[in-house]
């Protein structure tokens, strides 16, 4: 969903002014959140109607404070779904979810009992899967060339015209793992342009090889002189390297250095992703996947694993109705 910022001055805008004056004909920003009887009317339903089908579980909501609140973009994500229902059944993509490895997510598939299955061999693996229809979800932390945003570039270039959305999985602090009291001394990516400094990196099309690459241009350092250690296809395969005494150092997630006792550097939060199919987002698994990710087991061991925030699970952060 792309937002307009300009507000272009013209004759239309300027009829009607007082005298002297100067006025603006500025549009009134919709809100993000709808109240059952705005979901109503955009709806062009009953108010009951709205609340039966909150009840069921088939419109998407929240509660707070006692009031039903509904995000305008999984309503509409909900209506552009309820339109196609006769089509959608057959065609269903499997269920799977591709993408990235997050120990957070590998967690409340397995606890969920959601019957989704997991196949990470990447961010870019994962919506390539997701775009052939070969997968019903992708968890992706793809980060913008500039570092100011995730996710949403790669899926205007890749996912348009797919009946895709980008819901919101986590904010996940990332940094440098490295051994138990840090005995090399490293603080930041500019450490890693040591001479013989062993980095172990991630496989191509890995979410977070691409944001090495992108931390490292930054520091003005050449990627491709960055490495000497193992290539890892996941975030525990990373840190098992550097527990190991395979690398000095990785970049991953602060999950991932809790569980095998490494220390950690912080650098950011990136915001992971999960696009997935319209099609498959009302069904079973994936309502069932976020329901539990909203509970407080899942906020629970979130805390447990250490730099996790689901304050925005299931906010849609892009909308493709295909």
């Known amino acids: 969903m792309q937002e307009s910022t300009a507000c272009p001055l013209t004759t239309h805008a ?15 920003p919709e809100p993000a959140y709808l109240t059952v009887a705005e979901v109503a009317r955009h709806l062009r339903m009953g108010a009951r109607k709205v609340y039966d089908l909150a009840a069921r579980g088939h419109l998407p909501h929240r509660r707070v404070g006692g009031r039903l609140l509904f995000d305008r973009a999984a309503v509409d994500l909900w ?6 229902a006769g089509s959608v059944a057959a065609g269903l993509p499997p269920a799977v979810v591709a993408g990235s490895h997050d120990p957070l997510l590998d967690w409340a598939v397995r606890e969920s ?23 019903a979800a992708a968890l992706v ?14 899926a205007d270039a890749r996912l348009r015209g797919r009946g895709v959305a980008l819901l919101e999985w986590a904010r996940r602090d990332q940094g440098l793992l490295v051994a138990p009291g840090n005995p090399l001394g490293l ?18 099309g890995a979410g977070s090889a691409a944001l090495l690459e992108r931390l490292l241009v930054r520091e003005g350092i050449d990627p491709l002189g960055v490495g000497g250690g193992p290539v890892a296809s996941s975030e525990t395969d990373l840190a098992l390297a550097v527990r190991g005494d395979r690398a000095d150092v990785g970049l991953g997630a602060l999950a991932a250095a809790r569980v095998l006792g490494l220390d950690f550097v912080p650098l950011l939060v990136e915001r992971l992703d999960l696009a997935v199919s319209r099609a498959a987002w009302f069904e079973p698994p994936l309502q069932a996947l976020f329901a539990f990710a909203r509970g407080p087991l899942a906020a629970e061991q979130a805390r447990a694993l250490g730099g996790y925030d689901l304050t925005a699970v299931g906010t849609v952060r892009w909308n493709d109705p295909g």
């Open 79 to 84: 209506l552009g779904h309820a339109g196609q």
């Open 187 to 204: 603080h930041g990516v500019a450490d890693l342009a040591r001479p013989g400094l062993r980095v172990a990196t991630r496989q191509a």
């Open 141 to 154: 932390h793809l980060p913008a060339e500039d570092l100011s945003d995730f996710n949403r570039p790669q």
């Open 14 to 28: 300027l009829a009607g002014a007082l005298p002297g004056t100067l006025r603006y004909d500025l549009p009134v």
């Open 113 to 135: 009992r959601c019957g989704l299955a997991l196949l990470t061999q990447g961010s870019t693996d994962g919506l390539a899967r997701l775009a052939a229809g070969q997968v």
